[in-house]
């Protein structure tokens, strides 16, 4: 997307919602409330495309597992392979004897990596998996 120049607009709201703006917006370290705001809207429009199934979405899929369970290791594996167009990056971890940790980096569009961090984490011996959505960085100016 091009550089956009700033727009300046009014938005009207109860007192007390903007003062708990300002209260957060300084114990976040925003330098004014407009780019509190900004944040904010950012944080909605990631959220909002990240449902959208054609969006085209970055994330991480990160997946808690004992590696002693039977068939855990080549069942994830054979699941990562069937989606090799949108993993871009893996990390294993070994978290302690009994569990490791693996972070996948994601690219591509949000139905496909949702359905390939349903089927991690729906995966027989995945003590716990989360999907975090973020943006490609294309549709915003900082
Ligand atoms: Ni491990």
Redesign the pocket.
């Known amino acids: 997307m091009k550089k956009d120049s700033i727009t300046r607009f009014s938005i009207s709201m109860a007192g007390d919602l903007v003062r708990q703006l300002d209260l957060m917006s300084q114990e976040k370290g925003f330098a004014n409330r407009s780019q509190a705001v900004a944040d904010m809207v950012r944080a909605r429009l990631v959220e909002h495309y990240g449902q959208k199934g054609d969006s085209e979405i970055a994330g991480t899929i990160t997946l808690v597992y004992d590696?002693h369970r039977r068939n855990i290791q080549g069942l994830l594996t054979d699941i990562q392979h069937d989606h090799g167009d949108v993993i871009i990056a893996t990390m294993?971890?070994?978290?302690d004897h009994h569990?490791?940790?693996?972070v996948l980096a994601v690219r591509g569009r949000a139905d496909a990596i949702k359905q390939v961090a349903d089927n991690l984490i729906a995966a027989k011996g995945v003590k716990h998996g989360k999907l975090t959505v973020t943006t490609t960085g294309e549709e915003f100016e900082k």
């Not at 294993?92 to 978290?95: D, Q, S």
């Not at 569990?99 to 693996?102: A, D, G, L, S």
Request: with cysteine; aromatic share 0%.
């Open positions: 590696h294993h971890v070994h978290l569990n490791c940790m693996e």
